[in-house]
């Protein structure tokens, strides 16, 4: 064999193995596109709504929720498990959706923050929707802090007050904590209600608030005799009073008052995905399955009929 003919040969050789190269990497990925295309379609199927997600979360499979999970029953910790009404209701929702809700913790008074940097997608944590939050404007000076977020409200909830049970000292309105001292939790209405109604006590002496990043240490603080009274929202305060120390630590005084919607934030330059997610409540609260969900958190009470978007005042 000459040295032209061992070259041709040789470079046959190359050329066949160039060729089979190809065909296995082309195999590969197509397997691999395969192999996603598989996981979107057995995320998806039975998903009925996942067409109107943006692309980024249809890509994504998940949308990342902030959220302060230490707020029993609507989201705790339990057995190293995070449960309750919002994580059953969201679950829910992805399941409409084709997609994952992943919860991620974080301070109450951080999350819009953390929505607006891009951390989370959304934030479903029991948060009040109102005017301020919508608008992006501080209750304490009233001035605009930011663009404000859009919400998608699925609860009704008012504010109640409790005390160490037994020991409620003639409490039973707001009115009655003038000269007193209430502890509640950071930037919440009980917080923002505690500091107007101190303003409006005059002689009976200002309401003395110590607020806290959790509404657990708040209740940590009243049971041991840091306080006169607590405030939070309804579902929490009679979760607190029916389960800490199996129902002997407190006692809920008076009304709940300022009844206002619960709602998922979502950022204002993402209608897609406040779409879509309005779009999911509405399908499980057709369903039924949003019925029980608030039953089994004893928060019936506070359902609604339709998803709304910007319900709050």
């Known amino acids: 064999m000459t040295a032209s003919t061992t070259r041709r040969a040789g470079a046959a050789r190359s050329s066949l193995a160039a060729v089979a190269a190809i065909a296995v ?9 395969g192999d996603q295309r598989d996981k979107i379609s057995d995320r998806t199927s039975g998903a009925p709504l996942f067409g109107m997600l943006p692309k980024k979360v249809q890509s ?34 992805g399941k409409q959706l084709g997609v994952k809700m992943k919860f991620s913790n974080g301070d109450f008074d951080g999350l819009i923050t953390g929505l607006k940097s891009g951390r989370f997608d959304i934030a479903m944590s029991a948060m009040t929707d109102n005017k301020g ?43 009655d904590l003038c000269g007193k001292k209430i502890v509640v939790q950071r930037a919440t209405v009980s917080h923002d209600l505690a500091k107007a109604q101190s303003k409006e006590c005059g002689d009976k002496g200002k309401i003395e608030i110590e607020a806290f990043a959790k509404d657990t ?58 779409n879509a997610l309005k779009a999911a409540l509405d399908a499980v609260i057709t369903s039924g399955e949003y019925k029980k969900i608030l039953e089994k958190w004893g928060a019936e009470d506070g359902a609604v009929d339709q998803a709304i978007v910007n319900g709050g005042k």
């Open 217 to 274: 240490e708040a209740q940590v603080r009243l049971k041991g005799g840091g306080a006169d009274a607590a405030s939070s929202d309804f579902p929490v305060a009679a979760y607190a009073v029916r389960t800490s120390g199996g129902g002997e630590d407190f006692e809920l005084v008076g009304d709940q008052v300022e009844a206002a919607p619960y709602g998922i934030a979502v950022g204002k330059g993402d209608p897609q995905l406040r």
């Open 133 to 175: 939050r919508q608008e992006g404007v501080d209750p304490d000076s009233g001035k605009k802090v930011g663009e404000g977020v859009d919400f998608v409200d699925y609860l009704t909830a008012g504010v109640s007050i409790y005390t160490r049970k037994g020991d409620n000292q003639g409490i039973t309105t707001w009115d």
């Open 60 to 93: 994504a499979g998940v949308i990342e929720v902030g959220s302060d999970i230490s707020y029993p029953p609507v989201e705790f910790r339990k057995n190293g498990r995070v449960i309750g009404l919002d994580i059953d209701l969201a679950d829910a929702m």
């Open 25 to 33: 990497t082309g195999s590969l990925l197509l397997s691999g596109c």
